[in-house]
Nanobody, 123 residues
């Protein structure tokens, strides 16, 4: 499974961005998907995750109420809508896929990773 993430960029605090991640698999609907982010020298941490069906989601406390993850099985794509962005949201964002279908919060539970897309939020 190959994952390609895009949609990152630079935005001022309070602005919005939408990240997309396209997957190259015919069985995309069976995968749970997630977005992680990483600052240089720091651990990669969960931002949001969604189950294979899209019915259940998980969000890190720091993004609850501001970010929304969604999954379009017909388009083999997962999205992360990011609103009310803060400078602390600045990081490289990675999408990931889990064959278990379970929206886990730990990176070790994900089987495939995209290349990352950079988000910069200025104050």
């Amino acid at each position: 499974v190959q994952l390609q993430a895009f949609g990152g960029g630079s935005v001022q605090a309070g602005g919005s961005l939408r990240l997309s991640c396209a997957a190259s698999t015919r069985t995309f609907s069976s995968y749970a998907m997630a977005w992680f982010r990483q600052d240089p020298g720091k651990e990669r941490t969960i931002v949001a995750a969604i189950t294979w069906s899209g019915e259940d989601t998980y969000y890190a406390d720091s993004v609850k109420g501001r970010f929304t993850i969604s999954k379009d099985n017909a388009k083999n794509t997962v999205y992360l809508q990011m609103n009310s962005l803060k400078p602390d949201d600045t990081a490289v964002y990675y999408c990931a896929a889990a064959g278990s279908g379970y929206a886990a919060s730990k990176s070790r539970n994900y089987d495939y990773w995209g290349q990352g897309t950079e988000v910069t939020v200025s104050s």
